[in-house]
DNA sequence: GATGAGTACTATACATTGTATAGTACTGTG
DNA sequence: CACAGTACTATACAATGTATAGTACTCATC
């Protein structure tokens, strides 16, 4: 899989996983990995520079499975920086495979 | 635009251009440009890594419109590293169009 | 001839964000 | 106690865009 595909896709994996639920950051781990061969190391400094930068606030509860976990909580402010990601990925996949097509199609 | 989505899309954009006909590296600039904003900058650079890499192979050309210009063709080995990296490029973003519906999907 | 615009390419510092790796802590089980 | 699974923290590094600055050529205009 190639990792500079994935630059910049990751928070928007993580803000839409958010967007449906609060979750904590290794069930967030195993959602992503189920789609994309991410790395563990990569999602805990984003889950706090999102955090930081105040898209998400976080909370503690306590677990019958293991140690407590921390609860991400999508904020107004992060599902706005949502919405823009998206459509940012829309317009530019359509870009990158109309290219595609472009290049493919042999007249 | 957003910057990270980019990375590593530039020269799946350059090949399958290529893959089509040999293509000069303005030319190629202005046709990326089309559908996603990059920088001139960015561009050069990468052809000389891929034909470092042995991707491409490059020939000189005078041109009745400004100075001679450098072109760019694709090689087997160029060819068959298109192949993957479409491969891979449908792969990732089938991946996280789907997190995108089930992140989005609200029951 | 000088100048400017468009064509065409080169070079470099920097920012950003993944990976890989190493580690910590908690809980339950054997 | 040791181990596995759960859950999170920290850091060095690689890679590749952007921004910016520049070079060189050709043609048109003054």
New binding site residues.
Partial sequence: MN??F??????LCVLVLLDKQDR????LVQRISDRI??????V??????LTKDGYFTTYLKE?????S???YKLTDEGRRYLDELLQEWETFTNGVNQLIEEGVNRE
Avoid: F, M, N
């Fill in positions: 990792v500079q994935k630059k910049g896709v990751l928070e904590y950051g290794y069930e061969a991410i790395s563990e190391g990569s805990y400094p984003l889950l706090r520079r677990s019958t499975e293991g140690p976990r921390k609860y």
